[in-house]
T-cell receptor
């Protein structure tokens, strides 16, 4: 049973435009959500997170939106840069910081000039 | 910031042998460590959660006698793949929790590529 889903395996965006990566979850008890960027043969790198008490968190070019009623979150990257090309994982946790992370399947983002 | 050092980065072993993967927290005490496995083009699947000084909690479907986890100190956790078989070939990643509800509360190692031949 996949509790965290990323239904788009890949996304291609032109440099300078907005990248929107989506994530859905099924467990309403999740209270903390994170986005990670990952390159092959490396560990994930933390990008941005959001607590369930918020609906938006922004950090530079990265913004995460949370819609609890729809059990949906999204990561916006604007403007997109070629260096953003990687696989992006959405993750969720119960009582974040203490409990395990449940990851989505990932979305491969390609930003082309 | 909190850093987790994972070794080796890649290992090739013969079928039937055992392989040990180490994760060390360099500048903090990791009371909880998580071990993940990632198959090509798939998600990171949690294998087990280990707390310092106690037995690891394994996820459903993960053989605890095959994947031995030791978390004997606050700075070191090890995963031993016993009697490895080709189907155990995968990318293994550890993660440490520093107990804060922030993104930096989870720190990942750089991963170990295991190939069993």
């Amino acid at each position: 049973d996949q509790q965290v889903k990323q239904n788009s395996p890949s996304l291609s965006v032109q440099e300078g435009r907005i990248s929107i990566l989506n994530c859905d979850y099924t467990n309403s008890m999740f209270d903390y959500f994170l986005w990670y960027k990952k390159y092959p043969a490396e560990g994930p790198t933390f990008l941005i997170s959001i607590s369930s008490i918020k609906d938006k968190n922004e950090d530079g070019r990265f913004t995460v939106f949370l819609n609890k009623s729809a059990k949906h979150l999204s990561l916006h990257i604007v403007p997109s840069q070629p260096g953003d090309s990687a696989v992006y994982f959405c993750a969720a946790s119960l009582s974040g910081g203490y409990n395990k992370l449940i990851f989505g399947a990932g979305t491969r983002l390609a930003v082309h000039p | 910031g909190a850093v987790v050092s994972q070794h080796p980065s890649r290992v090739i072993c013969k079928s039937g042998t055992s392989v040990k993967i180490e994760c060390r927290s360099l500048d903090f005490q990791a009371t909880t460590m998580f071990w993940y496995r990632q198959f090509p083009k798939q998600s990171l699947m949690l294998m087990a959660t280990s707390n310092e000084g106690s037995k690891a909690t394994y996820e459903q479907g993960v053989e605890k006698d095959k994947f031995l986890i030791n978390h004997a100190s606050l700075t070191l956790s090890t995963l031993t793949v016993t009697s490895a078989h080709p189907e155990d070939s995968s990318f293994y990643i550890c993660s440490a929790s520093i107990g804060k509800q922030t993104g930096a509360g989870y720190t990942f190692g750089s991963g170990t590529r295991l190939t069993v031949v």
